[in-house]
Structure formats: structure tokens, C-alpha cells
């Protein structure tokens, strides 16, 4: 044979194999043309044929991500293993939206995807990882046993742990809640603290009340306490207001601060006498949380709060006013009163008017239209903002502010109206027709402050 035949030859060999490639790829690209159909039996014959000839998972990276969204719907018609497969690699798509596809047609294929599902966790890559989690937390009591297994892998855990809390949050029966929920209450004791401080965090942001014994018990374990803390001010259960009350006086400043942020979430009014114990407690973060905590428990600590507002500490009486704001109690009018007017600090008088503002508290009106007096600023801003939130009753003594002959009250009027808005368009609206000029003058230029969007209000009944 020439060297020229055996050239022909190779030639037409190598032809033969671009053409044979050629034709494979094309029926390829057409079998997944098909995969974006709308006809759904179309999709499934087409998605069948690319598993049985090893196409895919393999070549599904190359693909459009309609492509690699619309062919998990068709997967999780076929069920097999083949196409759990299929879908567990989708798990790890670099696109979300395969990933959500996949996940949910995993579900919809149910049980059979368990043991794929749990081999992720163990082993998948983190955005996989993610992917199971979302699909196991909505496969519900069928998921439960082979979550429970998996808390036993240290590498799964976290996973499981939030598996498990899905389930127990979206289960339609208490039957099904327990179930999923009782492994994690049962890890709290666990003697592996990474699992203990893996599921501490889980029942409580689940609010788990059936978790509340048993985290009390924790509080005792140093190495679950602070999570144990955070837990139980997420359920916001008062059985667990007297235990936690004694870590108010940690040595750790972390733990105190977790504990008055419990404290406050819980609200009971049992707490507000040891909170108030720990004004004088200097730590920035601490003293924001306890104001917080105080304010959330409200009426029930006002009183002891009122009695520290005449403390020589300067720092004590600052928290006390400030956590009287939004206590509404009209007993300590006359502490709030005192303070706000003859404190000689500029943040206890302001953080005091702050606190006389709620609604329709009449009574510190002429109050407050005293402090506008006040040569700080600070002061003065506060009961603007007070005399708005009171609202309605002010409005009689703004108009009178409108008429006086000092621009400088005037403007502090202005100002509150600005700051109630909406409510006090009617009575703006109706000082228009005032037969005062300042009145009307001052009407129009509040209106033109404000936001013109809202003035479209009815016509009031009262007028000014």
C-alpha cells in the first residue's frame, strides 16, 4: 500500500469520526432542546434518554440555566436512582437557580432520596450541604431517622441539627414536633458540647417551650451556659426568669450582658427590681442592653426606676430616665417631672422628657412647653419629639405657640407637627381658615414643610 493511500485512508477515518461526533453532539443538543420544552412528556422522554446514554450529570455544566432548572422537574418524575443522582449533583450548581430546582424536585421524589440526601451532608461540598438541608427540613417525619443518625457524625451535625429544627417548626402535628425536636432537646445534656452548642441555638430560635427544663438545667455547664442564656430569652418563658436572674452578677461581662438581653426579651416583671439593682454598672453594651430590658418590662419597674433618678451618680440617673421611655405611668410624672426640668445634666434632663412623652398624656403638656425653654438643644429636640408623641391633646397649645409673638415657639410648633405627620394635616388644613393671621401664615408654612403626598385628608370638624 503507497504512503499516499494509507493518507487517503487515515483522511477519510478522521473524517468519518468529526461527522460521526458531529451527529452524536447534535442529537444531543436536540435531546436537550427537548429538556426546554413545555410539553412535559416531551421533557421526560428527553431527560430519560440523556441518563440512559451517561449524558448527564456530566454534561449538564455546559448547558443554559433554564436548561439545567427545567430538567430537575423531569427528574423527579423519573425517581430513579439514576436521576437522584442527577439531582444531588445539581445540589452543587453554581447557579441558585438549579440549586432551589433541585432540592424541591428531591423532595417531591420523597423517601427514595433519603440516603443520597443524608450522604450529602457527611460529605458534599458546603453549597450542596445547604441544598440537602433545604430539602430534608421540608421532607418531614420520613427525614427524622436518618437525621437522628447523622448527629451522631461530627461532620453532619450542624446539618442534622438544622434539618431537625425545620421539620419541628413546619410540622402540622405535635406528634411530628416532638419527634424532630426531642433529639435536640436531648443533646443539650449531651456530653459532646460542639453537638450541645449546635442545637441550643436551634431550639431556641424555634422557641421551643418543651427545651426551657432542660436549658435551665445547662445554665449550670459552663461550657453551654452562654448559649443556654440566649436560648431561653428567644422562647421568652418566664419559668426560667428566677435562674437566670443570678448571672446579672457574672464575673464575665459577656454573660451579664446575655442575661439583661434575656432579661428584657422574657419581660417579666419579676426582673425589673435586680436590673435596676445594676444601674451603676459602667459597660457601654451592658447598660444599652439593661435599658432595653427595662423598657420592654415597662410599668411594673417604674417605680424603682423613679427612686434612682435622684441618684448622686450621674450614670445611674441617666439609665433611670432612660429606661422609664415608654413606661407610661403617670405615678412617676413627678420624678420624670423634676428631672426634666432641674437635673443639671444635659442627657438626664433630655432622656426624662423623652420619657413623659407617650400618648395622650395631657398632663405634661404644660411641662414640656417649659422645657422648650431649656439652653440646651438636646432638651429642647426632646420635647418637640414628645409633645408629637402625645399628639392631639398638644394641639390647642401649638396654635397658641403659632399666635405668640416669638417666631423661635413658633418654629418649635412647626416642628412638631412635622414630626406627627399625617394625624395633624385635618387641623392644619382647618387653621387656614383661622381668622389670626400668624395662625394662618404659620398653617401654610408647616404644609409646605410637609409632605405633600399626605395632603389629601378630609375636611376636620373641629376648629382652631
Given at each position: 500500500?503507497s ?5 487517503i ?7 468519518v469520526?468529526v461527522?460521526a ?17 413545555n ?11 440523556l ?16 436548561v439545567r432548572?427545567k430538567?430537575?422537574q423531569?427528574?423527579s ?5 439514576e436521576a ?5 449533583t ?5 447557579e441558585?437557580s ?13 423517601p ?8 450529602v451532608l ?6 450542596a450541604?445547604?441544598?440537602a438541608?433545604?430539602?430534608?427540613g421540608?421532607?418531614?417525619e420520613?427525614?427524622i431517622?436518618f437525621?437522628r443518625e447523622l448527629?451522631?457524625?461530627p461532620g453532619?451535625q450542624a ?5 431537625l429544627?425545620?421539620?419541628g417548626e413546619?410540622a ?5 414536633a416532638?419527634?424532630a425536636?426531642?433529639?435536640?432537646i436531648?443533646?443539650?445534656s449531651?456530653?459532646?458540647k ?6 441550643i441555638?436551634?431550639l431556641?430560635?424555634?422557641q ?5 427544663e432542660p436549658?435551665k ?19 421568652g418563658?418566664a419559668?426560667?426568669?428566677?435562674d ?6 457574672d ?5 451579664r ?6 432579661l ?6 419579676r426582673?425589673?427590681?435586680p ?7 459602667r459597660d457601654?453594651?451592658?447598660r444599652?442592653?439593661l ?8 410599668a411594673p419597674?417604674?417605680p424603682l426606676l423613679?427612686?434612682r ?7 445611674v440617673?441617666?439609665a ?5 421611655r415608654?413606661a407610661?405611668?403617670s ?8 428631672a426634666a426640668?432641674h437635673?443639671?445634666?444635659d ?9 413623659l ?5 395631657q398632663a ?11 439652653n ?8 418637640v419629639s ?17 399666635r405668640?409673638e416669638?417666631?423661635?415657639?413658633a418654629?418649635f410648633?412647626n416642628?412638631t407637627f ?13 387653621a ?8 394662618r401664615r404659620?398653617?401654610?408654612?408647616t404644609l409646605?414643610?410637609m ?10 370638624t373641629?376648629?382652631?
Open positions: 500500500m504512503l499516499q493511500t494509507k493518507r485512508i487515515i483522511l477519510v477515518i478522521c473524517v469520526a461527522v461526533l458531529w451527529v452524536r453532539q447534535s442529537r444531543i443538543n436536540a435531546l436537550f432542546r427537548q429538556v426546554n420544552s410539553d412535559m412528556e416531551v421533557r421526560v422522554d428527553a431527560t430519560r434518554k441518563l440512559e446514554r451517561d449524558i448527564i450529570p456530566g454534561g449538564l455544566p455546559g448547558q443554559k440555566v433554564i432548572s430538567i430537575t423531569a427528574l418524575r423519573i425517581g430513579d436512582e437522584v443522582g442527577c439531582l444531588i445539581l445540589l452543587d450548581d453554581f441558585a438549579p440549586r432551589r430546582w433541585a432540592s424541591s424536585a428531591l423532595v417531591e421524589i420523597g427514595s432520596a433519603l440516603p443520597s440526601l443524608s450522604q457527611v460529605s458534599g461540598s458546603e453549597r450541604r445547604r441544598g438541608v433545604d430539602a430534608l421540608q421532607m418531614g420520613e427525614a431517622p437525621l448527629l451522631s457524625q453532619a446539618d442534622a441539627v438544622v434539618a429544627g425545620r421539620i413546619q402540622k402535628s405535635a406528634a411530628v416532638e419527634a425536636f426531642d433529639p435536640l436531648r443533646a443539650i449531651n456530653s459532646d460542639d453537638l450541645a452548642n449546635v442545637a441555638p436551634v431556641g430560635d424555634k421551643v417551650k418543651a427545651a426551657v436549658l438545667s445547662a445554665l449550670e455547664d459552663d461550657a453551654v451556659r452562654s448559649n443556654a442564656i440566649v436560648a431561653l430569652g428567644d422562647i418563658d419559668r426560667a426568669t428566677l437566670l436572674i443570678p448571672f446579672l452578677a464575673e464575665s461581662i459577656q454573660i450582658i446575655i442575661t439583661a438581653r434575656a428584657g426579651q422574657i419581660a417579666d416583671p426582673a425589673a427590681g436590673l435596676a439593682a445594676t444601674l451603676d454598672e457601654a453594651n451592658y444599652s442592653a435599658i432595653l430590658a427595662l423598657q420592654r418590662i415597662g419597674g417604674a423613679a427612686l433618678l435622684d441618684s448622686p451618680d450621674v450614670f440617673r441617666r433611670a430616665a432612660q429606661s422609664l415608654g407610661a405611668v405615678s412617676v410624672m413627678p420624678a420624670l417631672t423634676n426640668l437635673d443639671a445634666d442627657r438626664v434632663r433630655a432622656a426624662a422628657t423623652l420619657a412623652g407617650w400618648d395622650n398624656n405634661a403638656v404644660p411641662v414640656l412647653l417649659e422645657i422648650l425653654n431649656d440646651a438643644d438636646l432638651v429642647v429636640d426632646a420635647a414628645s409633645l408629637a408623641e402625645i399628639g392631639e391633646p398638644v394641639y390647642p397649645s401649638l396654635f397658641s405657640l403659632f405668640g416669638d417666631p423661635v415657639y418654629l410648633a416642628r412635622i414630626q406627627i405627620g399625617e394625624p395633624a394635616l385635618p387641623a392644619l388644613r382647618q387656614l381658615q383661622s381668622e389670626d393671621d400668624a395662625v404659620w398653617a401654610v408654612v409646605g414643610d409632605d405633600l403626598s399626605l395632603i389629601h385628608i378630609s375636611e376636620p373641629r376648629p382652631y
